[in-house]
């Protein structure tokens, strides 16, 4: 019986593979897009960015100069804003309370296409554009998320879509977002509940990566806020009985959070550090902080998680007998991606390509990572294929979300770094100061100027872009996260501290 069966199963393993040969599996996922035109639209906005190139790289390496923190960019944006309105855009400073955030605004009417720029640097990671860990000084920010050539590109892409409509009359509006604080997930929150995005037919905007693609995917929605408490000191030996302590309060919450989390779903995410937990062990704590993220896949499970969470801290304080004070910091929703109009910014990266890095680029990008042990496999200059994603949920949370729930809201990345680097990393400021960042620079404004000026010459792009968005919102229009009254945290000039 036995070897019957084996017998049977060989035969039947030569059949399937006699018949089967060399037939490759189908990417189920992947979707088939031809390049876009090359209009005469889009030559003259190339043409534009070519021969502008010196300039947008000075705007690009003086803004990387800058390296200004979330809500301290004041250079940084009065630079771009100062470029566009020497370009003919009329520009609104201090939007949504926030001084750093300004609006620019050429043409008039419909379609009204919006293209987001952001430029706010990390703390910590400043250095010079070398393949080695070398900071211009130590300890002071960089640009780890490559948000100045972010910035340069969007406001390149806006100036030479500007220069077309203008020279060949072309009716809409056309509207560059001065983003700040994208770092602390604040800009756009704001912006968005102040009714900034308001109007918008749709809007472009990319992010600089290690690829060139177009992702589908979406982002976590997320609450994150700040927990102070206040307790009693005394002698933590002598009177104990007398005090409370306000880091029990603290523990206690975390204890109960890692409790929940076998209670949520598994696309929630909690995390959470601390940030005073009193000064010395012998004395009782009468203060102490905690900052959290509550992530979830959507708005409504970060709503559901985040109750829960208040409940347990409830809960803390009436077990420590302290009391305690939540500042909601920001709150964003999940990402609407919408396919339609990523599917034409696709074939305007089809059209023009990846950048073009040259040999000593590569060796450039090659170096960086052999010092940081990895495979030296240089810089993408390939367009990653177009594919729908593998799982529904992110897992990052980004305020480009609260974009998307105004308006259909695209997407692009363009590789300004080495292969497998890591984000947030002194790599990406070196490389985003040379011209490994130009180039990505460049390449995305093409991309974003060449599909804003697609949904400009086909109004029946924007309708159908936007037939999308409506189904994907399911009937539920945007409501802000954050409460009315709430101020954005606003951060004098240096030079007025
Ligand atoms: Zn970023």
Redo the contacts with the bound molecule.
Sequence with gaps: MKKSFVFLLSVCMLFSFSLYPKEEKEDPLLIEVEPAQLTEHKKEAFAWLDSHMKELAEINDKIAGFAEVAMEEYQSSELLALYLEENGFEVTRGVAGMPTAFVAVYGSGEPAIGILA?YDALPGLSQQPVPYKKPVEEGKPGHG???NV?GTASTAAAVAMKEVMAKNSLPGTLKLFGCPA??TVVGKVFMARDGVFDGLSCCVQW?PSSVNDVPLDSSNALNQFEVEWFGKTAHAAGDPWHGRSALDGVELTNVGLNYLREHLKPTARIHYVIEQGGGVPNVVPDYAKAWYYVRDIDRESVEKDYKRVLKIIEAAAMMTETTYKIHLISGVHEMLTNRTGNEIVYSNLLLVGGPKFTEEEQEFAKAIQENLGMEEKGLKTKVEPFRLPERSWGGGSTDVAEVSWLTPTTTLGVAFKPTGTPGHHWSSVACGQMSIGHKAMLTAAKVMAGSGLDFLDHPEMIKKMREEWMKAKKGKEYKSPLPPDLKPPVKPKKSEQ
């Design positions: 952001e998320c490559g948000h972010f994208e770092e992010h």
